[in-house]
Structure formats: C-alpha cells, structure tokens
C-alpha cells in the first residue's frame, strides 16, 4: 500500500512538473532569439566573413564595405553608392554602425 502510494506522489509530481519545465525551455528559446536578434553586426568592426553572411552581400560587395569604412550611420551604404537600396532594405535591421 505504501509503495502504491509513492508512486501515485511520484506520478502526480510529474505530471505537475511536465508544464512548468516545458514552459521554462519556452522562455529559455525565446529569450535566446531575442538576444540574436539584438545582437547587430557592426559595419565598421564586422569580418569580410561576417558581412558575406548578410543577404545580397558577396565577398565584392563585403570588401566595398570594409573599405568604406568608418561608418557614422548605417545608411551611408546607400549614400555612398556602396550598397543599393533594396540590398541595403534586406539588412538594415540586421546591421549597426557604432562609433568608437
């Protein structure tokens, strides 16, 4: 009887923690995706590899950035003719040009 009673404690035990830890794995993802999303690459420090990762941006367009550089706003890109408008409307919330 006692054995029996444990395992409906243990049984119960889980069924209640189940929820609450998939909840927390939720929360978990959704707070790394949040992190990634802030996290902008940055025209005048970013790689030649990093800046090929960008949609529209081969190793050309990657090296006319670098070579740009330093960067006071991200919109210089098109400004400068570096970049054209609609490249530079795919990653503009993807970049960021920081001042040192």
Known sequence: ???????IVAATLVALAGPALAADKEVKGAAKSAQKEVEKLDLNTASELDLIK????GEVRAKAIMKG??????DELVDRKILTAAVYAKIKDRIIARQK
């Open 69 to 74: 550089r330093p960067y006071k706003a991200k």
């Open 1 to 7: 009887m006692f054995k029996a009673f444990i395992a």
């Open 54 to 57: 960008l949609p529209g941006i």
